[in-house]
């Protein structure tokens, strides 16, 4: 589904009960729902489930555990508790259900984050995730629509994991390749959180289903800015150019929806489409003022997110409109 689908759906549903409470809902399709319970707080709510992305039960829990976490620090936001969502085969032995929420379970814990129940349907295709609550002040909210002319991007994890994990199913990928993605998938976005919030920054989003170019587009249009994207300085996953060949169909789909807002000008088609491979649990995707580009790389390498780069910076012009460069 892509994203102007999405949103057709989404304006179909009746406007909030207590719209005054409702600090971020579903106008700019922010990565997270945001309800004001008083003057200092605010609940955090998202949820995402998906079907395996890798063999190995225990790290498809962890990367789902990190993907939706992630919803909730993209808006500056603290998780505390989360429930599960869990379709599964009754053909399939209960132990590979085990290690699912057993990974699940420990990126929980290393995020301090109490799993408190769930929900459990017979499917004959797995699949997994959580619904999570946080809480945030309600004047320290991170948005997508805050991007300002000036502020530079900056990205915190590489591209790939689509072309990758296409590329595993099939039997084509490096296993090598392959564990370096589930490392950076089961990635919390924790630490990059905690370094957007020390410093502060315009805009955020989290780069999942949409592809990097998909969020950004997101960003751009609901800020009423353009952007640009600089093709050499995106970091890009080992193996992931090796494997542009498997690109999923939802990263096709991206690429097909955003043709009227891209104007490459720099880069090969290949380049284009890694730009629009669909994630799972990527990184944070930030708008920094200027004068934030330097402590938010200094305080990112602090907290161990070596892999945040600068990609680009907003502009002036229409908006959604996005320039490779």
């Known amino acids: 589904m892509s994203p102007s689908d999405l949103a057709q759906v989404l304006r179909q549903i009746p406007p909030a009960v207590n719209p005054e409470e409702l600090l971020v809902g579903l106008d700019n399709l922010d990565d997270a729902g945001i309800y004001r319970l008083n003057d200092e707080v605010a609940l955090v709510q998202t949820v995402d489930f998906f079907t395996p992305v890798v063999d190995d039960p225990r790290a498809y829990g962890q990367i789902a555990a990190a993907n939706a976490l992630s919803d909730v620090y993209a808006m500056g936001g603290q998780p505390l508790c989360a429930m599960n969502i869990v379709c599964f085969p009754r053909d399939l032995d209960l132990s590979v259900l085990g290690e699912i929420v057993g990974g699940a379970v420990e990126k929980l814990r290393e995020a301090g984050v109490t799993l408190v129940g769930g929900h459990s349907v017979e499917d004959p295709v797995p699949k997994f995730g959580l619904a999570v609550t946080g809480t945030v002040h309600p004047d320290k909210i991170v948005t997508n629509s805050g991007a300002r002319p000036g502020d530079y991007l900056v990205l915190t994890k590489p591209l790939g994991t689509g072309v990758i994990n296409t590329a595993a199913k099939r039997g084509e990928a490096d ?48 800020s009423r800015v353009a952007l640009r994207v600089r093709i050499d300085d995106v970091p890009l996953l080992p193996g992931a150019r090796d494997y542009v060949k498997y690109l999923p169909g939802g990263s096709r789909a991206n690429r097909e929806y955003l043709s009227e807002y891209l104007v490459r000008r720099k880069g090969s088609r290949e380049d284009e489409m890694l730009l629009c491979d669909a994630q799972t649990s990527g990184g944070l995707l930030m708008a920094v003022r200027p004068e934030g580009l330097e402590p938010l790389l200094s305080a990112m390498r602090r907290l161990g997110v070596e892999e945040a780069t600068p990609v680009g910076e907003v502009v002036e012009g229409p908006p959604g409109r996005i320039e490779i460069i």
């Open 175 to 222: 296993p090598k390749v392959v564990k370096e993605a589930v490392r950076v998938m089961a990635t919390l976005n924790r630490a990059a959180c905690e370094a957007m919030k020390e410093v502060g920054v315009n805009a955020c989003t989290d780069v999942t289903g949409f592809g990097l170019l998909g969020h950004a587009w997101e960003m751009a249009r609901a």
